[in-house]
């Protein structure tokens, strides 16, 4: 899905389970939004609320259902990550530090960063590879 489609259209796609829309939807907000909480303006699970909750007014409750199912089961999915892995994602994606200051800060080589980045999104995309396979509902 090499195309830039609409917020509605990616959530479109993401309620019928296209993993790239997911991909696409993630890559188009993850930056913005956790570096704008990173400047502490709002609380992080505020400011993603309100953000998911304009993209999915137009759409239909089933599907704002679904995409409420799927934040939840992304919770689940993050739970069972090692906690080392768990941290890392965290730090990168909710506190917005980049992999060399998370290295920086915890005293570890950058390659050990980069690798629990690699492991934790492994994981997270068998593990959602695997409940889509199973044919589990969002």
């Known amino acids: 899905m090499g195309e830039s489609l609409s917020d509605e259209s990616l959530l479109e796609r993401i309620a019928m389970r296209d993993p790239e829309a997911l991909e696409q939807m993630y890559d188009r907000y993850e930056r913005p ?18 953000a998911w909750d304009r993209v999915c007014d137009s759409l239909s409750t089933e599907a704002v259902m679904e995409h409420k199912i799927l934040g939840q089961q992304l919770k689940e999915a993050i739970n069972e990550l090692q906690t080392d892995q768990r941290q890392v994602l965290e730090w990168i994606y909710y506190m917005g530090y980049t ?31 695997h409940m889509w396979k199973e044919g589990a509902r969002l």
């Open 99 to 129: 992999q060399q200051e998370i290295a920086d800060r915890q005293q570890i080589p950058l390659g050990t960063v980069k690798s629990r980045v690699r492991l934790a999104l492994k994981h997270l995309r068998t593990w959602f590879d």
């Open 33 to 50: 939004m956790f570096a704008f909480a990173k400047q502490g303006r709002q609380p992080l699970e505020a400011m993603e609320n309100e």
